[in-house]
Structure formats: C-alpha cells, structure tokens
C-alpha cells in the first residue's frame, strides 16, 4: 500500500500555542508542577520544542490564534497487519516564514512515543481545562 494523505480537519489554538501530547497522560502535567499550558508557553516563546516530565511528553509550537488550522497526515502500512496507520502529521500553523529563514530545513521539535490511549491535538490552555471534554479541545488519533 502506497504513502497517503488523509484530511484530518481543523483545529482551533486561542492562545497562540499549539500541543501535540501523549493522551494517557495529558492531565498529569498539573500534578508533576506547572500546567501544560505554561511549560508549552514557554517553550513557543524561543520557537517552539519538546517538553518531557516523567511519563508526560509533548511537543509545543506558536501557532497563529485568529483562524483554524488545518490538520493532515501521511499513512502508511503497518509493519504489524498493513492496515494504514498515520506515518507524519502536517498542520499549518498559520504563521509566515522569516523572509531569511531557509524553508527547506526541518525543524525538530523532538521524538514522541506513541501512545495507546492516543495523541491529542489542541490549544495549550484548553487542554488545561477541567471538565473540558476533548471533542471541544483537541482531536484524539488512535
């Protein structure tokens, strides 16, 4: 099976930081120290990077907080069973580029594990919000 890209819809970022974190333990931030929201905000401050606390990991970027940002993804065949399974994720993140910056170099933002519970997908503040529920926030990939 070749490489695909799947429409995965949009996402809405009203603080400007946009996270990318491990779902089983996405409420443990708050316990092990800050919430989420103020590590992520930090971290997008110098451009954007990985934040890892015991078991928590997440990767946090600026992201523009006037519009939705469209969220895609490659798949490709598991190595398991073939079934499709998401290989990369690309989300606009609505910003332009500086107009020295080299647009052909990537950008590392750090290694994620993957999650059996699932990735969420959302604003740093929101998914800091009790009894939130994560339809609203964020979109969960399994």
Known sequence: MPETFVDLGTVNVPSGVLVLGMAGW?????ELGQPL???ARTVASSGGGHLREWLCEAAAVPAAADRPLRVSASTSPSPFDEEPTIATL???????????ADR????PLGDLPVDRCGMVIGDAAGLDADGVPWSGVAGILE
């Open 26 to 30: 996405i409420d443990y931030w708050r």
């Open 37 to 39: 929201s103020e590590r």
């Open 90 to 100: 690309e989300i606009s993140l609505g910003r332009k580029w500086p107009e020295a």
């Open 104 to 107: 052909s170099v990537r950008i």
